[in-house]
């Protein structure tokens, strides 16, 4: 298949390249400054901002499937001029609008857990109302809502480790007691790429994670763990947390802004695990620990 990978140059979107480049795929990755000496052998670079229609439609032409991994971090503030609503939603509907130009029928989609148009947060917002826009085009499509994803070049790992910077002592809003349930970004990929080339996933909305939970908390101390380092953790009311973000935006011990400390309050643990669409048991997929050589 010839498939456009929308995204293709970041952490997931390069993974997901080498793995359909294995599988015997064209494959184009798409991103603003894509960078080839940085992706698998094989893979072709398209230049495009998918908030700007008229930069990304010509990459369409001739493909069989798209992917939109395109992101902004909910764990950071975004740079300035750039929102998850022009990113995620108006970034989705251009996609939608550029296959309907070229007949391209397929799109597998990647939203995030928690995705909801009357969401928490304005990435949660940005991620449901782009599910809605691809659920009503009249194209096939698979959306996956993960959890965290985890993996040489993710940013979770290293984002627990930034959140504070002094040694040892380790201040996290709520006590750091938000759920996650990270899953491997080398568990992911298959997932995506079964998507790509199986019919039977079409229509699907699947929330994937490991069976792991584990709390914010809990990621700190095996972040710094596998450094050699070990944490105590001092609970922080969010309340603080929060009012302090608000008025001051980023402060130096959180390097965030309100709405980031707002997810910090957002379990993003999986009730329906759907992994197992693709044959996978939850619980023989990689943990945080093995990944960080801890098991
Ligand atoms: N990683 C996680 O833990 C996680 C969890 C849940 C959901 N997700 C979702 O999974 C998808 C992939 O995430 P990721 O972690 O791989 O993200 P990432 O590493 O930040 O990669 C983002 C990709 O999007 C491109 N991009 C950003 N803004 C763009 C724009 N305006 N136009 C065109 N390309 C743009 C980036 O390249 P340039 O910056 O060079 O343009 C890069 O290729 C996203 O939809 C994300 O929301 C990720």
Do not use: W
């Amino acid at each position: 298949m010839n498939v456009l990978v929308a995204g293709g140059t970041g952490f997931i979107g390069r993974n997901l390249c080498a793995e359909l480049v294995e599988r015997g795929h064209e494959v184009t990755a798409l991103s603003r400054d894509p960078d080839p000496s940085e992706l698998p052998e094989g893979v072709e670079t398209a230049v495009g901002d998918l908030s700007a229609y008229d930069s990304i439609e010509g990459a369409f032409e001739g493909k069989d499937v798209v992917v939109n991994l395109v992101a902004l971090s909910p764990l950071f503030q975004p740079p300035k001029g750039v929102t998850h609503m022009t990113v995620h939603y108006g970034g989705t509907e251009n996609v939608l609008q550029a296959m309907d130009t070229h007949g391209v029928g397929k799109l597998v989609h990647m939203s995030a857990l928690g995705a909801d148009p009357d969401g928490p947060t304005e990435y949660l917002r940005a991620k449901g109302l782009a599910e809605e826009a691809v659920r009503e085009a009249e194209i096939d499509s698979v959306i996956f809502r993960p959890s965290v994803v985890f993996g040489d070049g993710g940013e979770f790992v290293p984002f627990a480790r930034k959140l504070t910077p002094g040694p040892y002592l380790k201040v996290l809003p709520g006590g750091g007691k938000t759920r996650f349930q990270p899953i491997y970004v080398g568990d992911l990929v298959p997932m995506l790429a079964d998507a790509v080339e199986d019919d039977e996933h079409t229509g699907q909305i699947y929330d994937v994670g490991a069976s792991e939970v584990l709390t914010l908390a809990d990621v700190t101390r095996l972040a710094y763990e596998a450094k050699g380092k070990s944490v105590k953790i001092v609970p922080v009311p969010i309340a603080m947390a929060k009012i302090g973000l608000t008025l001051a935006g980023p402060i130096p011990i959180i390097p965030m802004g309100p709405d980031q400390a707002r997810s910090l309050q957002l379990d993003n643990s999986i009730e329906d695990n759907s992994v197992t669409a693709f044959g996978a048991d939850p619980d023989s997929l990689t943990t945080l620990q093995e990944y960080l050589g801890l098991s």
